[in-house]
């Protein structure tokens, strides 16, 4: 697929459909846990081909796990029955530990559970594009780091955090890659650790990594998607903009029209629906108000689409979800 000419007819397209970062509730619609479906590539395409069945989407994503890359360095994972895994503590304190730190071989942890996913969701999913979810350099170097920690670093050790980020991007090149020749047409890279960052130290530590992953693996056929929920992106569009990704997706922390002032006119614009207030903790009758009220206010550019703010929890009703669809529906019939 030329994700170029798709993303061009979905620009000139009066009618767009909603992308929203969707895959996690489809244990609820395969009666499998989280556990399961992490841990399981054969789960992971039959969730998605569900999710692909049941909603009209733009396109499909794969699941948002923050945690498969870092587990692939040698972090340890807090996993649970129906929660998304979480990295617990850090592996790189020091210098010595960040010299020391080996780049992982794609299939190391549940990489190659994840990439062979893809490979098979891009066969039962031919009607849109298959997007991969991945982390950004900065996150993924948090993980590594501790959260907490490499926030500190910034200022402390910035050689040390450098260190760990050269690292951190040679795999994530060499993932993208992975899940591109595996069937994928793109990918969408969560960086939200960056949204802590002031602009000054964001430039500096997360996106000139971000750039030299998108210049190494964009093409007109593969797709990167740079994903912020940060409260901070809009004081650092200017600088997000010229990332060169195929589009932007940012979080309900912010107010969805002032990113679209500065966006370019030929990439993709996409969020916010509130992950957490709306589709997990509303009704369907306000996620139908915060949709409309979203799209009222943007869709007035033409590279707009209409998105969640950033995963969907496992959990979320289905009834939230499909009164989301239903309002884009009602906005487009409306116009």
Not at 118 to 129: C, G, H, N
Not at 242 to 264: N, Q
């Amino acid at each position: 697929m030329n994700i170029k000419k798709w993303t061009d007819e979905t620009i000139r397209s009066e009618v767009k459909k909603a992308l929203p970062v969707l895959s996690f509730p489809c244990v609820q619609l395969t009666g499998v846990s989280v556990r399961e479906l992490v841990s399981d590539s054969e789960a992971q395409a039959r969730g998605m081909k569900a999710v692909a069945d049941r909603v009209d989407s733009a396109a499909a994503v794969s699941l948002m796990d923050l945690s498969v890359e870092a587990e692939a360095f040698g972090a340890k994972l807090h996993m649970s029955e129906n929660e998304v895994p979480t990295v617990t503590g850090a592996i790189v304190t020091d210098e010595d530990e960040a010299a020391s730190l080996e780049i992982p071989e794609i299939g190391a942890g549940r990489t190659g559970v994840y990439v062979d996913a893809i490979r098979k969701a891009s066969k039962l999913i031919t009607d849109r594009p298959v997007f991969a979810g991945t982390i950004g350099p900065f996150s993924l170097a948090g993980r590594l780091m501790d959260v907490t920690e490499i926030m500190v670093e910034c200022y402390d050790e910035p050689e040390l955090v450098h260190a760990v980020l050269e690292k951190a991007s040679i795999f994530l090149i060499k993932y993208a890659e992975a899940l591109r020749d595996a069937g994928a047409q793109g990918i969408v890279m969560a960086e939200p650790l960056a949204g802590l960052l002031s602009p000054a130290l964001a430039s500096e530590f997360s996106n000139a990594y971000v750039k030299k992953i998108i210049d190494s693996v964009r093409s007109d056929e593969f797709a990167v998607i740079y994903h912020n929920c940060g409260s901070s992106v809009p004081r650092m569009a200017k600088e997000i903009y010229s990332l060169g990704a195929s589009g932007y997706h940012f979080g309900d922390a912010i107010r969805m029209a002032d990113m679209l002032r500065d966006a370019p006119d030929d990439v993709l614009i996409m969020g916010n629906v509130s992950p957490a207030m709306q589709f997990l903790g509303g009704t369907p009758e306000s996620i139908r108000q915060n949709t409309l009220e979203i799209m009222n206010e943007c869709c007035v550019k033409p590279n707009f689409v209409i998105s969640s703010g950033c995963d969907i929890p496992p959990m979320t009703p289905w009834e939230n979800i499909d009164a989301f669809f239903a309002a884009v529906k009602e906005f487009y019939t409306e116009i």
